[in-house]
Nanobody
């Protein structure tokens, strides 16, 4: 089992930055691949970014490439999402997720991840 708790959400203006964190406990953090998803009101949960055990492989949704950076600190059991140049369309509840095994570019659906946090709200005003 892996327990995940997100933090760092809030309300910002377009162009601002936020850094989300996800604290993990339980199963050895460094043995699971991690991801960030988001869900806007009335829409399905969508993939944002993922990162491998070592951090060597990272994948992003096209619309966040160049603006968002996923990273992890295995010594602190923490996952991060640095979000720059935020846009109103980034408004959503952001969830961190974990999957056993490696992460590949195709692992972009909810079904690919076994463990989920409760989410943190990010609101970007124009």
């Amino acid at each position: 089992q892996v327990q995940l708790v997100e933090s760092g959400g809030g309300t910002v203006q377009a162009g601002d930055s936020l850094r989300l964190s996800c604290a993990a406990s339980g199963r050895t953090f460094s043995s699971v691949a991690m991801g960030w998803f988001r869900q806007a009101s009335g829409k399905e949960r969508e993939f944002v970014a993922s990162i491998s055990w070592t951090g060597g492989q990272r994948y992003y949704k096209d619309s966040v490439k160049g603006r968002f950076t996923i990273s992890r600190d295995n010594a602190k059991n923490t996952l991060f999402l640095q979000m720059n140049s935020l846009k109103p369309e980034d408004t959503a509840v952001y969830y961190c997720a974990a999957r056993r095994g490696p992460v590949l570019a195709v692992h972009t659906t909810v079904a690919h991840y076994e463990y989920w946090g409760q989410g943190t709200q990010v609101t970007v005003s124009s």
